[in-house]
């Protein structure tokens, strides 16, 4: 065959599968992973080989010739690994017809090529299905792209095979015909349909036989299978057929039932052939099933915006339609949202005295009783614990809609709810924000609602709107942040440390330093209450350096006493980004004549700080690594990092974030999540904390999720630097590693 030849056919090819420059982009990502195992591939590939007579032979015969198998193998692992680098240039589809050529001179019959490529796949397939770092959605995209190498790489072989073998005698002609037939048996068996239809008589060049599969083969033309599609969706069939012929590649989804079968999404791709002229002269198209595809992605999509107790909307789900109501009465004007949020009243007797099972029973009870009171264009949302939410979008007279919705609610609770034989009575405190009197976005109206339906449980009113003269919150900020400016030079900072123990062995390891602020009013606040002042009014680089300064020097402290405490430093965003701060660090490990080991320092950002401004984050993290400190990410969950740099990035540990991990006994979402992040982190090679551990029946599914590391109430809350060292003394989570 000549170059020419050999060109127009790698175009033809290549035009024909369509492999786009997208999905080699997304073979690269996963090369890795799809060529692990390789070598041990082509071992069993020759062991297949010499399995069955014919071929065994032919290898017998190379031997004797004084071939080696070993360089076989090592050319097949060379093709094995240019095939997965989605390779399509000229050169590859010579060296392929080259190949064929040297496989009909050696008398190596195409079944045992497509043999060997079956074997291809189904290893390919195999690890596609099974590797855990391949989301299940993008199974079936990965696996299309390799089924379209294939294709090319075994079409392009088959073709300088046939090419030999047609300049033979006519006698080799029943043979190529006999090989064809075997061809096309193989790709009866691959899901796609591939057809290929002439545009100006709209004749049927080409239509692979899995389309058997889907429907008859006399179906209506120019599109197969057009007259099985679901009459809503013919219409989008044909208008992309319609583009298709003005020469645009077009991608369309329908749904088509075979007579007495489910029916099922296909995806549609019309891809135009053009002309020299830039005439389209044919379409090729390609169908494939997306149906398990879809049901994947409604499902993790329920998971993600359903709770599993209720089957209500949950927290997500809730600020989404929120957000989008929102955006709407901006549109329109004129348009008020009422959020009404709910506490249960005496719901925590409930499960202390008859257990979780009578309290979950007794939630979904009010779920259901609160549904009955609610219109179907009202959401109703379970936020977690016996808290309850309802959105009423676009009304009109807010304060009348809101306080009947309120009434209603309340009646729900005038009647007993029951479990077994047991008659539980239960009351409610509802608070009212109203979109835009008390806020124009999600969180203030939360929060404000958050407000009111406190007020209303102390109060015993039933229901409250928010009321900005009795928000407790906002002149008590104002004073804060004053008194804040002053609460470094007067020493009213102090640092509390909690411990984190080794799961498995039940051994503290080290402890996370936590700032409180000792008010000389209001006594001791917690961080929450007073950070978010102090990067408003940048004082947070000079608190973070005290932070910093004092769990070093209190290191130190204890390493002089015998006691080998690892410290947890969390580091705010400021800090983080000030080019000083890995230079601060180390003066401060070997500051006044005492030197700290530097990995008994572990520094602890968030994700939202990471990614931020990931290429200073990355130079940071390599450089506290050269430094011998470790970094973590917090409140790992609740950010928006990118594993894609994660895996990239010397990172020691992942802290699970508390709010997945307070709630997972009882609900499926958070034990799902807690789990994945498990397994992620461990495949990464990181360590993972579990924050908020809570109670024994959280740590103990943690230990058998394989969770590393823990902190929480169940195991103590921050302690003074002294009282700490009297809970390790007398606790029984003492570790020889900490001698006391």
């Not at 690994?81 to 017809?97: F, H, N, P, R």
């Not at 990931?614 to 011998?628: A, Q």
């Amino acid at each position: 065959m000549s170059a020419s030849n050999s060109r127009e056919m790698n175009e033809t090819f290549n035009l024909f599968l369509g492999i786009s420059e997208s999905e080699k982009a997304l073979l690269a990502r996963h090369h890795p992973i799809l060529t692990q195992g390789a070598d041990r591939f082509i071992e069993a590939f020759y062991a297949y080989l010499l399995a069955f007579p014919i071929t065994a032979n032919v290898l017998h015969d190379y031997q004797a010739a004084g071939g080696e198998l070993s360089k076989l193998a090592t050319t097949q692992s060379a093709h094995f690994q240019k095939l997965l680098s989605g390779c399509t240039d000229e050169q590859s589809a010579q060296q392929l017809i080259h190949i064929g050529k040297i496989h009909y001179q050696h008398k190596i019959e195409p079944v045992w090529m497509m043999g060997a490529y079956q074997l291809y796949l189904n290893h390919l397939r195999q690890i596609i299905a099974t590797h855990p770092e391949i989301a299940p959605d993008g199974q079936y995209a990965l696996e299309s792209v390799l089924i379209k190498l294939l294709f090319r790489d075994m079409g392009l072989m088959l073709e300088g095979y046939w090419d030999s073998a047609m300049s033979l005698a006519q006698i080799e002609k029943n043979t190529v015909v006999a090989l064809q037939g075997q061809v096309s048996d193989l790709l009866t068996n691959l899901p796609q349909v591939l057809w290929s239809v002439a545009v100006k008589d709209n004749k049927l060049i080409y239509l692979s036989p899995a389309t058997k599969k889907i429907c008859t083969l006399d179906v209506e033309m120019p599109i197969p299978c057009l007259g099985w599609t679901h009459p809503d969706d013919r219409e989008t069939v044909r208008l992309g057929w319609m583009e298709a012929l003005r020469g645009n590649k077009v991608e369309v989804e329908s749904r088509v039932q075979a007579p007495g079968e489910q029916t099922r999404w296909f995806r549609r791709v019309f891809h135009p052939f053009l002309d020299s002229a830039g005439n389209v002269v044919r379409i090729d198209g390609l169908m494939d099933d997306t149906t398990e595809s879809k049901e994947i992605i409604e499902r993790l999509q329920f998971l993600a915006t359903t709770d599993s107790l209720t089957a209500l909307p949950n927290r997500s789900l809730l600020y989404d339609r929120l957000n989008q109501a929102i955006a709407v009465a901006k549109r329109e004007q004129n348009k008020q949202i009422v959020l009404v949020l709910m506490d249960l009243d005496h719901f925590k007797e409930i499960n202390d005295t008859l257990g979780h099972s009578a309290g979950d029973e007794v939630l979904r009870q009010v779920a259901q009783r609160l549904k009955g009171v609610l219109r179907e264009s009202d959401t109703l949302a379970r936020l977690g614990g016996d808290e309850f939410a309802v959105l009423l979008s676009e009304v009109q007279d807010a304060e009348a809609a809101a306080a009947k919705v309120a009434k209603n609610i309340l009646d729900c609770f005038l009647e007993p709810f029951w479990f077994q034989k047991n008659e539980l009575y239960l009351g409610v405190g509802i608070g009212i924000s109203v979109f835009p009197d008390h806020g124009e976005d999600a969180d203030v109206l939360m929060s404000r609602a958050d407000v009111a339906m406190y007020a209303a449980k102390h109060t015993d009113a039933g229901f409250l709107f928010y009321d900005p003269k009795t928000d407790p919150h906002t002149q008590q900020r104002l004073q804060l942040s004053s008194d804040l400016r002053h609460a470094l030079e007067r020493n009213e900072f102090v640092l509390h440390y909690q411990p984190q123990i080794n799961i498995e062995s039940n051994c503290i390891i080290g402890v996370e330093a936590l700032i409180r602020w000792n008010h000389p009013e209001h006594g001791m606040i917690f961080p929450d209450q007073f950070i978010p002042f102090a990067e408003n009014t940048g004082l947070i680089n000079p608190i973070t350096d005290w932070v910093i300064r004092t769990a070093i020097t209190q290191c130190k402290i204890w390493q002089a006493a015998g006691t080998a405490l690892r410290i947890a430093i969390n580091v705010t965003a400021r800090s983080f980004q000030d080019p000083l701060f890995v230079d601060k660090l180390a003066t401060l490990l070997c500051d006044e004549g005492t030197c700290l080991a530097p990995e008994r320092i572990e520094i602890e950002i968030t994700e939202n700080i990471l990614m931020a401004e990931i290429e200073h984050g990355t130079k940071v993290i390599g450089r506290l690594r050269d430094l011998g400190v470790s970094v973590a990410i917090d409140d790992f969950g609740t950010g928006y990092s990118s594993l894609a740099y994660l895996k990239k990035l010397p990172i020691h540990s992942i802290k699970i974030d508390k709010s997945f991990v307070l709630n997972m006994t009882e609900d499926d979402n958070d034990a799902v999540i807690v789990r994945s992040t498990i397994d992620l982190a461990h495949n990464l090679g990181y360590l993972v904390v579990a924050e908020g551990v809570e109670n024994r029946d959280s740590l103990d599914l943690l230990a058998v999720l394989g969770c590393d590391l823990a902190q929480g109430y169940h195991i103590s809350p921050a302690l003074p630097a002294e009282a700490l060292i009297v809970w390790i003394k007398n606790s029984s989570w003492i570790s020889d590693e900490v001698a006391v």
